[in-house]
């Protein structure tokens, strides 16, 4: 009996202990072989609290120049002219001049962009009407586009059909006079009787 009973024990295995014993070679390649994948993916997108991985990327434009932005002389108009002048054009009786049917506005392109560059000061008579205020200077606050816009619109609005200014006229005049004072109603008449 003792022969069978060593043949049964040779047979069984050892107990299982628990214990610290380390884990397989095999674990530790593929533990590491994920915590090196994980890291790769973070490092390349989770943006490492920048904003620049919440935007989203623009694809490049490659027809055409660059894109000129329009300016509408109504809303320049809108914004910067129409409380004096009114939005139809014809100002406030005995403080600000009209600008619907005014000579200052239709005949010389130049005069109005004069104005509007380099503001008015002084006593001026329209349409038979002496009005006696100042206009600020835009020279710094709109562009040559802006200007062109606004006079264009001036020109061709409540009534009055003159010609177009282009954005040219106005940097060629804005070059021409540099910085300079407020004009008077003298000096744009000795200019306009000059042409």
């Given at each position: 009996m003792n022969e069978i009973h060593q043949r049964i024990v040779a047979r069984e295995q050892e107990e299982p202990e628990e214990g610290f014993e380390p884990p397989p070679w095999w674990v530790w390649a593929?533990?590491?072989?994920?915590?090196?994948?994980?890291?790769?993916?973070?490092?390349?997108?989770?943006?490492s609290w920048s904003t620049v991985a919440h935007e989203?990327?623009?694809?490049?434009?490659?027809?055409?120049g660059a894109v000129k932005r329009s300016v509408k002389g109504d809303q320049v108009y809108a914004a910067v002219c129409q409380t004096?002048?009114?939005?139809?054009?014809?100002?406030?009786?005995?403080?600000y001049p009209p600008l619907a049917g005014s000579e200052w506005v239709i005949n010389d392109p130049g005069t109005p962009i004069r104005v509007v560059?380099?503001?008015?000061?002084?006593?001026?008579t329209v349409?038979?009407?002496?009005?006696?205020?100042?206009?600020p200077a835009f020279y710094e606050k709109l562009s040559e586009d802006e200007i062109a816009a606004v006079v264009t619109h001036i020109r061709s609005s409540w009534g009055n059909a003159a010609e177009k200014v282009t954005?040219?006229?106005?940097e060629t005049l804005?070059?021409?006079?540099?910085v300079r004072a407020p004009w008077s109603a003298s000096?744009?008449?000795?200019?306009?009787?000059?042409?």
């Open positions: 593929i533990s590491v072989l994920i915590l090196f994948v994980m890291g790769f993916y973070l490092g390349r997108y989770g943006g989203v990327e623009q694809p490049a434009v490659t027809v055409g004096c002048h009114q939005a139809t054009g014809v100002g406030i009786p005995g403080q560059l380099y503001g008015f000061e002084g006593s001026v349409k038979g009407t002496t009005y006696n205020n100042k206009m954005s040219g006229e106005v804005r070059a021409e006079l540099g000096e744009l008449q000795t200019l306009r009787t000059k042409k």
